[in-house]
């Protein structure tokens, strides 16, 4: 139970009290050292006293026979000393140091390779007694509390305060990864700077629902003048003492102005006054000017038709006429103007019969515009984009003054005439065309003409959306006021709603009347009641009840199983549904888990679990980083594009529940078949195209081409994750491969084999910079060492069969540089032998229990934050070997990890 803090007079004071009395105010290793002495027998089973327990003779001699040459009290290499006649199966490091020794017999990393290798039958009789030994000692669940991550953190308040935009401040501290995950409880220590984060945070909120006491504001008069008026593309353009407007495209940023340095900081009523004119106006055109109320945390690509209009002005007169009237004007708000009836507008369906007026007007204006689109020769193109604005108006103006300027076809029908207004009517060209043709306007009319404008006020306070919403949050989060309520009813009758959100999990009345003390304490100090309300909830949100899951070791109770649930499969706190049934203590039907679990699986390829998971899993989040050397022409759209495949092919194995096999085998790729083509080499079957079940609602970023699932021969080089495009890149520099790097990826991220860290001796692989040796024979001759070839016979003959991929995933047959062939055979552990990538491939999919062990190891590390104990790993090995004999899929294999006893137990 985490115990309750006494009331301090001060915040510092009630914060240090709060976490020294929970114990979480220590950091780093202390923490977690604290933390896991006091769970360390966390499994009631493994809760008696442990008896240490003599060698055996056999096991000792086979260990003095293969093993104390190095590893005995004297040598101890690696800081190693396995020789010892009694072991403590109840100590930490004993079990750690035993679970080494039996991952790197079993892998054949021990002895090295220089050394007398166990016979078999001896091999077998150490592991079945390692085996043995640590599955009986070895508890369910330990480790250190576990606090929110980043995103978790951030989640929670989005969800709790319903604040679905909120975003954490720059230079929030990031997480430390360990095992490959943010999650680690381990690593999610509070340290000193992330405290501090906290506290701004919490005040920042806190701000949000009870803002401090302001004084009312005065009347103040701020003035605009031409200079203060915002030029945006070719929108305006400024003409002695007026800004000129030009366009009616409801784009703000290619029709609009706006005042700089004016910004509303009070919602309230205004006095705004405009002076404006009318320039060279054509005969009967109205002239009428919009003002708007611009919300200036909008983007500049934001259409005028979103803010609410504030007044219509008819301007009628060439000289300067003022116009004032009152409006309401909240925070963050200023006036944008824009002239609603030019004859100019973006938009292709009316630009192109302007286009058309004027070619029908001026021959000569028609032959410049062809001349300025089809220089030299009407059959040739040039880029519309470098015409954009002034300089394309320069370029059609010195072409229209040309003397010998080309008029045969300054003609309606003329074939360079027709491509022009078919470009006219191009949503992509339009807005570049449009620019040019502006300064035809800002330079000979008609125009509107702004002179200055001004804002006065507040002359009377209002509720602006900003308040609003305000108000909103806070009546969510801490309820409506009923009429006559006491400050200290309403606030415990708000807390007996918050708190349990927050602390996701019920709170009883104590602990609700020692977070009423702080604000009591606070008004009892003649502070006013929001004050009062502002120290409470900063002091719930730095509370560790609040910033830390799962605190109480052994069989999480339902809320914190809840918890753990929702923060896994979605990232988010539990839904009401979860909680709902956490409350009545349902979670412990297994019908009714099952069913809330189902609930919570992602629903799309964008879900959080999905982008997050394989962002780390796959280190796609080192994506955009890498920048692909130029020559391999892969840019931030193919990034994406990558990046993106990836967390659509991870949705589609748990959305389909396909088997594991699919993961490294499946029948299809899920992207573009453009990229198909281009990255994979691609081609569709004959008289196939793309199947669109599953496909993309929508077109990716940057393409016109629709994500499809693109039919594939199983069998082949195309498909699954060890050729995707995204890992091939994530495991390269974006300028060239090493196989020892892709190699020890691929043994860590989808085999699961541990590899010791590299031997501080060992030196760096030094490519021949004559090109006269290739990958293969430079890294022969740098493992020739006994020490590293254990390692490297798991590493090297994978890593060369990847070795066909360069940096961004296209296959090659040769190295770069010295053209020699690429040799992709090799010998893999288990004395497979394997001719290339291909039979890699169906080595992994006819092996794929070792797949699916270290990714459901993944899984678990991801959703527990803690790597697995012996026994919670067989376990979740038998899981997976459960759902592979059934036939099962993905789907099956998530759920079945979120029942088992490793994932309930903290």
């Not at 114990?23 to 896991?36: E, T, Y």
């Not at 995103?151 to 720059?170: A, C, G, H, K």
């Not at 507040?458 to 509720?463: H, S």
């Not at 497979?832 to 291909?838: K, L, P, R």
């Amino acid at each position: 139970m985490i115990p309750s803090f006494a009331p301090a007079r001060t915040f510092s004071g009630i914060l240090l009290a709060t976490l020294a009395a929970t114990g979480l105010l220590l950091h780093g290793p202390a923490l977690a050292d604290k933390a896991g002495k006091a769970t360390k027998h966390a499994d009631p089973a493994a809760s008696a006293p442990t008896p240490r327990e003599e060698m055996p003779e056999a096991i000792a001699a086979a260990l003095s026979k293969h093993c104390f040459e190095c590893h005995d009290g004297l040598v101890e290499k690696g800081g190693v000393d396995l020789d010892r006649i009694e072991i403590d199966w109840g100590e930490d490091d004993e079990l750690a140091l035993w679970r080494k020794t039996h991952n790197v017999l079993a892998h054949r990393q021990m002895p090295p390779l220089d050394r007398p290798q166990p016979e078999e039958e001896e091999r077998r009789e150490l592991l079945a007694w390692l085996d043995e030994r640590l599955a009986a000692h070895s508890p369910f669940g330990g480790g250190a509390p576990r606090r929110l991550n980043r995103l978790e953190y951030r989640n929670s308040i989005r969800t709790v305060f319903q604040m679905d935009s909120f975003e954490l401040p720059p230079g929030f501290p990031p997480d430390t990864r360990s095992h490959g995950f943010d999650t680690l409880a381990e690593t999610l220590v509070l340290s000193p700077p992330l405290l501090e984060a906290y506290q701004t945070v919490a005040a920042q909120i806190a701000d949000e629902l009870f803002p401090p006491e302001r004084p009312a504001p005065s009347v103040t008069l701020r003035e605009a003048g031409v200079e203060d008026l915002v030029l945006s593309f070719s929108a305006a353009t400024v003409h002695g003492d007026a800004l000129r407007l030009v366009s009616r495209s409801v784009d703000i940023m290619r029709s609009s102005t706006w005042p700089s340095k004016i910004e509303i900081n009070d919602s309230g009523t205004y006095r705004i006054t405009v002076v404006a004119s009318a320039f060279r106006p054509a005969e009967g055109q109205r002239m009428t000017l919009e003002v708007r109320a611009r919300d200036l945390s909008a983007s500049d690509r934001s259409r005028a038709t979103a803010f609410r209009l504030l007044q219509e002005i008819e301007i009628t007169e060439e000289t300067p006429q003022t116009f004032t009237f009152d409006a309401e004007l909240h925070e963050g708000q200023t006036p944008l103007l824009r002239w609603t009836d030019a004859e100019l507008d973006h938009d292709p369906e009316n630009f192109a019969p302007l286009l058309r007026r004027l070619f029908e007007e001026d021959a000569r204006f028609l032959a410049a515009w062809q001349e300025t689109l089809f220089p030299g020769d009407r059959r040739r193109n040039v880029s519309v984009a470098s015409l954009r604005g002034r300089n394309g108006w320069e370029i059609l103006q010195r072409h229209y003054a040309d003397p010998e300027l080309n008029l045969v076809d300054a003609t309606l029908d003329a074939a360079p005439t027709l491509r022009a207004l078919r470009q006219a009517e191009d949503d992509g060209a339009v807005r570049n065309l449009a620019d040019t043709l502006t300064y035809r306007y800002h330079e000979n009319g008609p125009a509107l003409q702004i002179h200055r404008l001004s804002v006065e006020g507040p002359f009377e306070q209002v509720e602006g959306p900003r308040d609003r919403q305000r108000r909103e949050w806070r009546e969510w989060n801490f309820l409506v006021r009923k009429p006559g309520e006491s400050d200290a009813d309403y606030a415990n009758r708000a807390l007996g709603s918050f708190l349990p959100r927050l602390f996701r999990r019920p709170v009883d009345a104590e602990t609700r009347a020692t977070f009423l003390a702080v604000a009591q304490q606070h008004w009892d100090a003649d502070h006013r009641f929001e004050d009062g309300m502002h120290l409470l909830l900063r002091t719930a949100l730095l509370s560790p009840r609040f910033l830390y899951r799962e605190t109480e070791p052994g069989e999480l109770d339902q809320h914190a199983l809840a918890a753990r649930l929702a923060f896994f499969l979605t990232r988010h706190p539990p839904t009401a549904s979860v909680v709902h049934r956490a409350r009545a203590g349902e979670l412990s039907d297994p019908a009714v888990y099952r069913s809330e679990a189902e609930g919570l699986l992602p629903a799309s390829h964008t879900a959080l679990m999905v982008v997050d998971f394989t962002e780390q899993w796959l280190q796609t989040r080192l994506l955009p980083e890498i920048m692909p050397d130029e020559a391999f022409a892969f840019g931030p759209e193919e990034v994406a594009a990558a990046k993106a495949e990836a967390e659509r092919f991870f949705y589609d194995m748990v959305a389909h529940n396909r088997p594991l096999a699919d993961f490294i085998d499946p029948p299809f790729l899920l992207t573009t078949p453009g990229f198909a083509s281009e990255i994979y080499g691609y081609e569709a079957p004959a008289g196939e195209g793309g199947d669109q079940n599953g496909s993309a609602a929508a077109p990716p970023r940057g393409g016109r081409e629709r994500v499809e699932r693109l039919p594939i021969p199983r069998g082949g080089r195309i498909g699954g994750l060890l050729g995707m495009s995204a890992v091939m890149t994530a495991t390269a520099n974006g300028v060239d491969t090493q196989p020892v790097l892709r190699g020890a990826w691929f043994v860590e991220h989808l085999l699961g084999t541990p590899l010791p860290p590299v031997p501080s001796d060992v030196p760096a692989l030094t490519p021949d910079t004559r090109g006269a040796t290739t990958p293969r024979e430079l890294l022969s001759a740098h493992t020739e060492a006994a020490d590293c070839r254990g390692c490297h016979a798991h590493i090297d003959p994978i890593g060369f069969a990847l070795e066909n991929f360069d940096p961004v995933g296209r296959w090659r047959d040769t190295w770069p540089g010295i053209e020699a062939p690429i040799e992709p055979g090799g010998v893999l552990p288990d004395g497979t032998e394997i001719a290339g990538f291909v039979d890699l491939k169906r080595w992994l999919a006819g092996n794929i229990e070792i797949f699916g062990h270290c990714l459901a190891e993944k899984l678990i590390i991801y959703a527990t934050g803690r790597a697995p104990s012996y026994a919670e790993k067989q376990e979740i090995d038998a899981i997976v070997d459960r759902v592979i004999e059934e036939q099962g899929g993905f789907r099956d294999l998530l759920l079945a990890l979120v029942e088992s006893r490793t994932f309930r137990t903290r």
